[in-house]
């Protein structure tokens, strides 16, 4: 028997196992677009049928780091720009389980840029979705790193003086090997889209923009969307880094000046997950670290074997 | 002074082998039967600076560096040539002789390469200076014989050859180490190196009074570092995950730990920098696997906000603080003891940790284990606080000592049948966070165990997870946290207490100190016990929890106590004062602080001044006298 027995059960499951006592209605504003990522989350989970206790949902601090505390699975409320440290060492520790990563943009692409620069390199086999509301919505409406040029805030009171981050572009040349933009005004698109993050083998990096109606009244997630998958203006192969780049570029754009283009826009099959790479290299076991110390069979050598070279 | 006893000081540049050839030399007088003790001095720099390496070696154990030595194999910087033009760069080539003579004792031997240095090359006062101290000199071409079989790298093993033909150290020890560790192609010229060297020796007049001292073990002996028992310590508690980011000297810990674990089943993890280093071992460690992360200073300090995090959500952590001299970057090779309070107190909000200070390379071992066992026991973070004396110097030890078992239980955590019967999963809802346990100690489950799932928040939380800034919850959590504190205390009184008494019981003045000193003043202590004072030694290894008992009870039985530590702020007797809140009149302080650890000779000197009300003379350290003298 293993000792992980909530671990691929792939059994039918309904949304609402993914459902907590607790409300969000508790700290999140009415008409937040973070309701969209936590429906899109349960929807994409149950459509898996993941039980929810092989999820591990690793969040940072902000309105979006609360979405832990939501969804019903192993959670893990961490500090601010955080998770994807801790994601990385949880995934490592038992490589079976499910992990999701989730944070906003000041989170994830401020504070925590370096962590999701690296975890994009390294490929690790994690979804990682980014509540992009343009805002600092719990510190009461900074400008945040995604926030457009001349953006007023209490802290940037002449306007902000800085381009805006490119969170597309900057996961493709950082080395994810699925990236897409989903929208919470899109549901059906949000949850198909996380369905193929977390089925995706490798770092799958999902920019959710979200609304945030107390302190980003003029946010383009209001504005139409376009689905360039649905759309035949945009026609290009998600599996070449140069086009997936170029599409990504314009997409980046187009957002500051009110056009909000969605989808999927690179996806990496051949490229091995992080996991794998130390697999091969034998820096990996192939039994996860944390079933070994259930495992009454397991063989735990000891240093006294390695003092012939202090003798 | 201290009986028969060789202080071989090997000096040159950085890169040029002085570590390996030391090490070996080491270990020959290990198999010839003697205790030894290395103690390390190098510049931060890769290539070229002076750095030596001094080997005692006694006919009993060693326990702390010497004061001076008594042969010196000075090679010469062989970086500080140009190797197109083999042209000398001002004097540097001269420094390992003429910088290391201030320590050389009366009637030394000196050993240098008269290949790269020209006796002219010498300042005028050198042979007044041989002289007047009786040093025996011997200019040998070490170069010219490694150039005759290969190349001028194997200075080294002539070096070695002519120190063991003048002390009488069989060459056999030095011709197998080289056989184990060296290629054939290697090794073959290096032996001609050595047997030529040896052969010079024969031809050569020297009469000194330096004799090897004789010893034979009784038990199979090895040679180890405190970053080597450190490692060794993880390894044997089942640490199986380890993440970090290079920083001296905490590096060697993890370089040992990259190097080992693949072959344990483990993972090692070089990240970004210490934030994620941290996050990693927690998320590792939350996950279900013993892991550990470190760094030292610097380092330490980015990874407060996850030892915070840690201790919120009461994840198991074993956290390595390797201490260098501060503040900011200060001097990366060398010692201090000043991130004591750094390490106990870092972090937002009253926090709590356990904290272990290794005295030497046993206690390394141990107190490692111990780290691990209390922090997987009362999920909490455990650190281990050494410094870059401790983590470099290399002792011998009985092999027996680390022939223990090791130890995969993970601690306070539920399997999935005990989740299912468990008391507090009654509710319906896990509750890994309850409030109304013996010891504090909530068990946990692990993310895919049925029936375990919660939610860890870095946030104040109620017992199922869930964030709260519930007044009454707040104080029961708190309180909860608090109170397992009170419990690993009375667990090390009652099971592992670390401190060390050393001296006569009955003494009326004390020395106190802690971690990486003890040797040096237990060394000191004999002498002073020798010189006809009444003195005995507490060693401080527990300082968080404080060992409240063990000290109290020391001081109490003092008139008066010298608290010796490497800094300037008096983090150790502060600490000591907080804690039991009295005693301040009876302690005053012995300070140093320049980059090197104490000599035995300096705190003998330190306590006769204190108790003599002396003039305290070295310029190196400081004496701080008790509050209200
Ligand atoms: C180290 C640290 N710095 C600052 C904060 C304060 N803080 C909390 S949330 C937040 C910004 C959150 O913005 P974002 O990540 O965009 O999330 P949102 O609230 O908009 O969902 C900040 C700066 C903190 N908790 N920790
Ligand atoms: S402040 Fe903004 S982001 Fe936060 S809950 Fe309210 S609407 Fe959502």
């Given at each position: 028997m293993s000792a992980f027995n909530a671990i691929g059960q792939n059994r039918e499951v309904d949304q609402n196992e993914f459902t907590p006592e607790i409300e969000p209605q508790a700290t999140w504003c009415p008409g937040c677009g973070d309701f969209g990522v936590l429906k899109a989350l349960k929807g994409a989970a149950a459509e898996l049928g993941l039980d929810p206790e092989e999820i591990l949902l690793v969040t940072g601090i902000g309105c979006s780091g609360k979405l832990s505390s939501y969804f019903e699975s192993y959670g893990f409320h961490s500090i601010h720009g955080r998770s994807l440290p801790l994601a990385r060492g949880a995934k490592l520790a038992n490589p079976k389980l499910t992990v999701i990563a989730a944070g906003g943009d000041g989170d994830g692409y401020g504070i925590g840029g370096n962590h999701f620069m690296h975890t994009a390199r390294e490929n690790h086999d994690m979804t990682y979705i980014v509540f992009n509301n343009e805002i600092f919505g719990l510190t009461k409406g900074q400008t945040s790193p995604t926030s457009p040029k001349g953006h007023k805030s209490k802290t940037q009171l002449e306007g902000s003086a800085k381009d805006p981050l490119r969170p597309l572009s900057m996961s493709l040349s950082a080395g994810a090997s699925y990236v897409a933009r989903t929208a919470a005004v899109n549901p059906n698109q949000a949850k198909e889209i996380i369905v193929e993050a977390i089925q995706h083998d490798g770092f799958s990096h999902v920019d959710f923009l979200t609304q945030c109606p107390t302190w980003n009244k003029d946010a383009k997630q209001y504005v139409p969307y376009v689905d360039i998958q649905q759309s035949e203006e945009y026609d290009f192969d998600i599996t070449d880094r140069r086009e997936a780049g170029e599409a990504m570029y314009e997409t980046e754009s187009a957002l500051y000046e009110g056009k909000v283009l969605t989808g999927r826009y690179y996806k990496d099959e051949n490229r091995k997950d992080y996991q794998t790479e130390k697999l091969d290299r034998g820096s990996?076991?192939?039994?996860p670290i944390a079933e070994q110390y259930f495992d009454e069979d397991h063989e735990w050598k000891r240093s006294h074997d390695l003092l012939d070279a202090h003798k | 002074m201290s009986g028969n006893e060789l202080i071989w000081r090997i000096a040159g540049g950085s890169g040029d082998g002085i570590d390996s050839t030391s090490q070996n030399f080491t270990k020959a007088l290990l198999r010839a039967g003697l205790h030894v003790f290395t103690h390390r001095h190098y510049p931060s720099r890769i290539r070229g600076g002076h750095t030596y390496v001094e080997v005692r070696a006694r006919d009993q154990p060693v326990k702390s560096r010497g004061d001076g030595y008594n042969v010196l194999l000075s090679l010469g910087d062989s970086f500080a040539r140009n190797p197109q033009e083999e042209a000398y760069y001002g004097d540097e080539e001269t420094k390992p002789l003429t910088e290391n003579l201030d320590e050389l004792r009366e009637g030394g031997i000196i050993i240098y390469d008269s290949g790269l240095l020209d006796e002219d090359d010498l300042s005028a006062d050198f042979e007044e200076r041989a002289e007047a101290n009786d040093w025996h000199v011997y200019p040998v071409d070490l170069r010219a014989i490694a150039k005759e079989h290969g190349r001028e790298v194997m200075r080294n093993t002539a070096g070695v050859g002519i120190t063991a033909g003048i002390l009488g150290l069989d060459l056999s020890y030095f011709e197998d180490l080289m056989r184990e560790s060296m290629p054939d192609e290697i090794f073959e010229p290096n032996l001609a190196v050595l047997e030529d060297a040896h052969e010079q020796v024969a031809e050569m007049d020297h009469d000194h009074d330096i004799e090897l001292p004789e010893n034979e073990h009784e038990n199979e002996q090895v040679l180890l570092s405190g970053s080597n028992a450190i490692a060794y310590g993880a390894l044997d508690e089942g640490c199986r995950f380890i993440a970090g980011y290079p920083m001296t000297p905490w590096t060697e810990v993890f370089t040992l730990m990259n190097k080992h674990l693949p072959k344990f089943g483990g993972v090692a993890e070089q990240v970004e920098d210490e934030i994620a280093a941290a996050a990693l071992a927690i998320g590792a460690s939350h996950a279900g696997a013993k892991a550990m992360s470190g760094s030292s200073g610097g380092g330490f300090a980015l990874m407060s906000e996850p030892l915070g995090l840690a201790e919120m959500t009461e994840t198991p952590l074993v956290l390595i603080e390797a201490a260098r001299a501060g503040l900011s970057t200060g001097m990366p090779t060398k010692p201090e003891q000043g991130d004591l309070e750094h390490v106990l107190y870092t972090s937002q909000g009253d926090s709590n940790r356990v904290v272990f200070a290794p005295a030497n390379v046993e206690e390394a071992y141990t107190q490692t284990r111990k780290a691990f066992e209390i922090a997987y026991g009362y999920h909490i973070p455990a650190i281990v606080l050494y410094d870059q004396k401790l983590s470099g110097e290399l002792r011998n030890v009985d092999a027996e000592f680390f022939d223990e078992e090791p130890n995969p239980d993970l601690g306070a955590t539920l399997t999935e049948d005990e989740i299912a019967e468990a008391a507090h999963h009654a509710s319906g809802k896990f509750q890994r966070f309850k409030h109304n346990v013996e010891d504090g100690v909530s068990p946990r489950s692990i993310p895919g165990q049925k029936g375990g799932r919660f939610l860890a928040s870095g946030n104040e939380h109620t017992p199922e997870g869930h964030i709260s800034e519930d007044p009454k919850n707040r104080v029961a959590q708190m309180n909860r946290r608090l109170q397992k504190m009170e419990a690993i205390r009375d667990d090390l009184d009652a099971n592992s207490s670390h401190q060390t008494y050393y001296g006569d019981e009955d003494a009326t003045y004390g020395i106190m100190t802690y971690g990486s000193q003890q040797g040096t003043v237990e060394e000191a202590v004999d002498r002073l016990r020798a010189n006809g004072h009444d003195v005995k030694m507490l060693g401080v290894s527990d300082l968080m929890p404080y060992p409240e008992t063990d000290v109290r009870s020391f001081l109490e039985s003092v008139d008066e106590c010298l608290v010796v530590e490497m800094n300037t702020t008096e983090q150790f007797r502060g600490l000591t004062q907080k804690e039991l809140g009295e005693f301040g009149p009876k302690l005053s302080s012995l300070l140093k602080y320049n980059g090197n650890p104490f000599e035995p000779a300096e705190v003998v000197e330190g306590f006769e001044a204190t108790i003599d009300d002396t003039e305290f003379e070295r310029e190196t350290a400081r004496f701080q006298p008790a509050a209200g003298d």
């Amino acid at each position: 028997m293993s000792a992980f027995n909530a671990i691929g059960q792939n059994r039918e499951v309904d949304q609402n196992e993914f459902t907590p006592e607790i409300e969000p209605q508790a700290t999140w504003c009415p008409g937040c677009g973070d309701f969209g990522v936590l429906k899109a989350l349960k929807g994409a989970a149950a459509e898996l049928g993941l039980d929810p206790e092989e999820i591990l949902l690793v969040t940072g601090i902000g309105c979006s780091g609360k979405l832990s505390s939501y969804f019903e699975s192993y959670g893990f409320h961490s500090i601010h720009g955080r998770s994807l440290p801790l994601a990385r060492g949880a995934k490592l520790a038992n490589p079976k389980l499910t992990v999701i990563a989730a944070g906003g943009d000041g989170d994830g692409y401020g504070i925590g840029g370096n962590h999701f620069m690296h975890t994009a390199r390294e490929n690790h086999d994690m979804t990682y979705i980014v509540f992009n509301n343009e805002i600092f919505g719990l510190t009461k409406g900074q400008t945040s790193p995604t926030s457009p040029k001349g953006h007023k805030s209490k802290t940037q009171l002449e306007g902000s003086a800085k381009d805006p981050l490119r969170p597309l572009s900057m996961s493709l040349s950082a080395g994810a090997s699925y990236v897409a933009r989903t929208a919470a005004v899109n549901p059906n698109q949000a949850k198909e889209i996380i369905v193929e993050a977390i089925q995706h083998d490798g770092f799958s990096h999902v920019d959710f923009l979200t609304q945030c109606p107390t302190w980003n009244k003029d946010a383009k997630q209001y504005v139409p969307y376009v689905d360039i998958q649905q759309s035949e203006e945009y026609d290009f192969d998600i599996t070449d880094r140069r086009e997936a780049g170029e599409a990504m570029y314009e997409t980046e754009s187009a957002l500051y000046e009110g056009k909000v283009l969605t989808g999927r826009y690179y996806k990496d099959e051949n490229r091995k997950d992080y996991q794998t790479e130390k697999l091969d290299r034998g820096s990996m076991p192939e039994q996860p670290i944390a079933e070994q110390y259930f495992d009454e069979d397991h063989e735990w050598k000891r240093s006294h074997d390695l003092l012939d070279a202090h003798k | 002074m201290s009986g028969n006893e060789l202080i071989w000081r090997i000096a040159g540049g950085s890169g040029d082998g002085i570590d390996s050839t030391s090490q070996n030399f080491t270990k020959a007088l290990l198999r010839a039967g003697l205790h030894v003790f290395t103690h390390r001095h190098y510049p931060s720099r890769i290539r070229g600076g002076h750095t030596y390496v001094e080997v005692r070696a006694r006919d009993q154990p060693v326990k702390s560096r010497g004061d001076g030595y008594n042969v010196l194999l000075s090679l010469g910087d062989s970086f500080a040539r140009n190797p197109q033009e083999e042209a000398y760069y001002g004097d540097e080539e001269t420094k390992p002789l003429t910088e290391n003579l201030d320590e050389l004792r009366e009637g030394g031997i000196i050993i240098y390469d008269s290949g790269l240095l020209d006796e002219d090359d010498l300042s005028a006062d050198f042979e007044e200076r041989a002289e007047a101290n009786d040093w025996h000199v011997y200019p040998v071409d070490l170069r010219a014989i490694a150039k005759e079989h290969g190349r001028e790298v194997m200075r080294n093993t002539a070096g070695v050859g002519i120190t063991a033909g003048i002390l009488g150290l069989d060459l056999s020890y030095f011709e197998d180490l080289m056989r184990e560790s060296m290629p054939d192609e290697i090794f073959e010229p290096n032996l001609a190196v050595l047997e030529d060297a040896h052969e010079q020796v024969a031809e050569m007049d020297h009469d000194h009074d330096i004799e090897l001292p004789e010893n034979e073990h009784e038990n199979e002996q090895v040679l180890l570092s405190g970053s080597n028992a450190i490692a060794y310590g993880a390894l044997d508690e089942g640490c199986r995950f380890i993440a970090g980011y290079p920083m001296t000297p905490w590096t060697e810990v993890f370089t040992l730990m990259n190097k080992h674990l693949p072959k344990f089943g483990g993972v090692a993890e070089q990240v970004e920098d210490e934030i994620a280093a941290a996050a990693l071992a927690i998320g590792a460690s939350h996950a279900g696997a013993k892991a550990m992360s470190g760094s030292s200073g610097g380092g330490f300090a980015l990874m407060s906000e996850p030892l915070g995090l840690a201790e919120m959500t009461e994840t198991p952590l074993v956290l390595i603080e390797a201490a260098r001299a501060g503040l900011s970057t200060g001097m990366p090779t060398k010692p201090e003891q000043g991130d004591l309070e750094h390490v106990l107190y870092t972090s937002q909000g009253d926090s709590n940790r356990v904290v272990f200070a290794p005295a030497n390379v046993e206690e390394a071992y141990t107190q490692t284990r111990k780290a691990f066992e209390i922090a997987y026991g009362y999920h909490i973070p455990a650190i281990v606080l050494y410094d870059q004396k401790l983590s470099g110097e290399l002792r011998n030890v009985d092999a027996e000592f680390f022939d223990e078992e090791p130890n995969p239980d993970l601690g306070a955590t539920l399997t999935e049948d005990e989740i299912a019967e468990a008391a507090h999963h009654a509710s319906g809802k896990f509750q890994r966070f309850k409030h109304n346990v013996e010891d504090g100690v909530s068990p946990r489950s692990i993310p895919g165990q049925k029936g375990g799932r919660f939610l860890a928040s870095g946030n104040e939380h109620t017992p199922e997870g869930h964030i709260s800034e519930d007044p009454k919850n707040r104080v029961a959590q708190m309180n909860r946290r608090l109170q397992k504190m009170e419990a690993i205390r009375d667990d090390l009184d009652a099971n592992s207490s670390h401190q060390t008494y050393y001296g006569d019981e009955d003494a009326t003045y004390g020395i106190m100190t802690y971690g990486s000193q003890q040797g040096t003043v237990e060394e000191a202590v004999d002498r002073l016990r020798a010189n006809g004072h009444d003195v005995k030694m507490l060693g401080v290894s527990d300082l968080m929890p404080y060992p409240e008992t063990d000290v109290r009870s020391f001081l109490e039985s003092v008139d008066e106590c010298l608290v010796v530590e490497m800094n300037t702020t008096e983090q150790f007797r502060g600490l000591t004062q907080k804690e039991l809140g009295e005693f301040g009149p009876k302690l005053s302080s012995l300070l140093k602080y320049n980059g090197n650890p104490f000599e035995p000779a300096e705190v003998v000197e330190g306590f006769e001044a204190t108790i003599d009300d002396t003039e305290f003379e070295r310029e190196t350290a400081r004496f701080q006298p008790a509050a209200g003298d």
